[in-house]
T-cell receptor, first 112, second 115 residues
Framework: GDSVTQMEGPVTLSEEAFLTINCTYTATGYPSLFWYVQYPGEGLQLLLKATKADDKGSNKGFEATYRKETTSFHLEKGSVQVSDSAVYFC???????????FGSGTRLQVQP | ETGVTQTPRHLVMGMTNKKSLKCEQH?????MYWYKQSAKKPLELMFV???????ENNSVPSRFSPECPNSSHLFLHLHTLQPEDSALYLC??????????????FGPGTRLLVL
């Protein structure tokens, strides 16, 4: 079946540090890939997405590249801020199945 | 109101109570979803509705009963819940195209505590 594996957290960084959150996937079809972010006490917000190999999704300084050869979709940001503290979820969807398959989430804590 | 809204935001109920969660989407979408987010577990899909018809039930116990009267509204009726049902219940919507590129938009969730 389809699955998403994320690095376990929490990830603790100082402000302006470089961020990488790893995400790898297995899928029976050709998936689309997503990163969602959940701020404390809130629901999930779409951060970025990529729908085909070598696509790069980007938003708010975050980037992720769809790597089919390594089945990965790692999230990166060059300089994190305290306001980026949240839980980040990697997810995939495949044609014919409407549900998203989520990873377990990675908590990011950014210290001033 | 914009996006996906959910009410109530917080709910405390006893195991013998009956309550309902409400979700409304203002995005013109035609597919709606219920997800459950428990501590230390990945988000679990519960139900999918497409054009008001239920298309997926992910082996959810019958004490959870969904209702979708139209493409904009989705309810989750709760009765005789267990303490382990305490979780954040998230509603989402999407514009159904049948393809993998559909993007789901989530509401803020209802934090449920069952005593």
């Amino acid at each position: 079946g389809d699955s998403v594996t994320q690095m376990e957290g929490p990830v603790t960084l100082s402000e302006e540090a470089f961020l990488t959150i790893n995400c790898t996937y297995t899928a029976t079809g050709y998936p689309s890939l997503f990163w969602y972010v959940q701020y404390p006490g809130e629901g999930l917000q779409l951060l970025l997405k990529a729908t085909k190999a070598d696509d790069k999704g980007s938003n708010k300084g975050f980037e992720a590249t769809y790597r089919k050869e390594t089945t990965s979709f790692h999230l990166e940001k060059g300089s994190v801020q305290v306001s980026d503290s949240a839980v980040y979820f990697c997810a995939l969807s495949v044609t014919g199945r409407r549900a998203l398959t989520f990873g377990s989430g990675t908590r990011l804590q950014v210290q001033p | 109101e914009t996006g996906v809204t959910q009410t109530p935001r917080h709910l405390v109920m006893g195991m013998t109570n009956k309550k309902s969660l409400k979700c409304e989407q203002h995005l013109g979408h035609n597919a709606m979803y219920w997800y459950k987010q428990s501590a230390k577990k990945p988000l679990e899909l519960m139900f999918v509705y497409n054009f008001k018809e239920q298309t997926e039930n992910n082996s959810v116990p019958s004490r959870f009963s969904p209702e979708c009267p139209n493409s904009s509204h989705l309810f989750l009726h709760l009765h005789t819940l267990q303490p382990e049902d305490s979780a954040l219940y998230l509603c989402a919507s999407s514009q159904a195209s049948g393809g993998a590129t559909e993007t789901q938009y989530f509401g803020p969730g209802t934090r449920l505590l069952v005593l």
